[in-house]
């Protein structure tokens, strides 16, 4: 079974620009999270999508946005770009999404923004 | 709100030396516990979890960890050490009921000297 897929792997773009990250999970997986990895601040939780609804948002400002397609991929958009929106940007998908599940983390998409 | 500690950004062993990495969580009820393991360019892969039932949990590559409520903590341990083993090591919780949000520590950094 394939793993979680990321594209593009690696993205440089300049302050002010855009850019739409995408992700697809392992087949019959329906829950997609994004998570943010920084050396400064870690780990943290962006947003996570089940049947293409947002379920849960964690404390990023609006300029990050996400969806969700029928088929479970996921795409997260990041709108005026800023030097600190730098960062690996990790895909992760689960069968249902509840807390025992375990998340299935795709290679992630290092972005650079100049 | 959930929170993970982890005690020491960096742990340096040699090789066959025993290995412990720790971690403390805080939350209103005991939540789900994972341990995952990153390497160089690459997502995370899950080495184990506690969900419910037996307190020690054996995970991938030889990884062991035991859930103590008392203590609010879910060390990790290896007994002899390798050189493969050298990587970076993520505490994570997530709630026991609703989403798979996880909420990761800042991560521990493991080298191991031959």
Redesign the interface.
């Known amino acids: 079974k394939a793993g979680v897929t990321q594209t593009p792997r690696y993205l440089i773009k300049t302050r002010g620009q855009q850019v739409t990250l995408s992700c697809s999970p392992i087949s019959g997986h329906r829950s997609v999270s994004w998570y943010q990895q920084t050396p400064g601040q870690g780990l943290q939780f962006l947003f996570e999508y089940f049947s293409e609804t947002q379920r849960n948002k964690g404390n990023f400002p609006g300029r990050f946005s996400g969806r969700q397609f029928s088929n479970s991929r996921s795409e997260m958009n990041v709108s005026t770009l800023e030097l600190g929106d730098s960062a690996l940007y990790l895909c992760a998908s689960s069968l249902v999404g509840e807390g025992n599940n375990e998340q299935f983390f795709g290679p992630g998409t290092r972005l650079t923004v100049l | 709100a959930q929170s993970v500690t982890q005690l020491g950004s960096h742990v340096s062993v040699s090789e066959g030396a025993l290995v412990l990495l720790r971690c403390n969580y805080s939350s209103s009820v005991p939540?789900?516990l994972f341990w995952?393991v990153q390497y160089p360019?690459?997502?995370?892969?899950?080495l184990l979890?506690y969900?419910?039932g037996a307190t020690l949990v054996k995970g991938i590559n030889g990884f062991e960890a035991e859930f103590k409520k008392s203590e609010t903590s879910f060390h990790l341990t290896k007994p002899s050490a390798h050189m493969s083993d050298a990587a970076e090591y993520?505490c994570?919780v997530?709630?026991?009921?609703?989403?798979?949000?996880?909420?990761?520590?800042?991560?521990t950094m493991l080298l191991v000297s031959p």
Not at chain 2, 94 to 107: E, I, W
């Open positions: 939540p789900y995952y360019n690459q997502g995370l892969q899950l979890k969900t419910t993520f994570a997530s709630r026991n009921s609703g989403y798979s949000t996880l909420t990761f520590g800042k991560g």
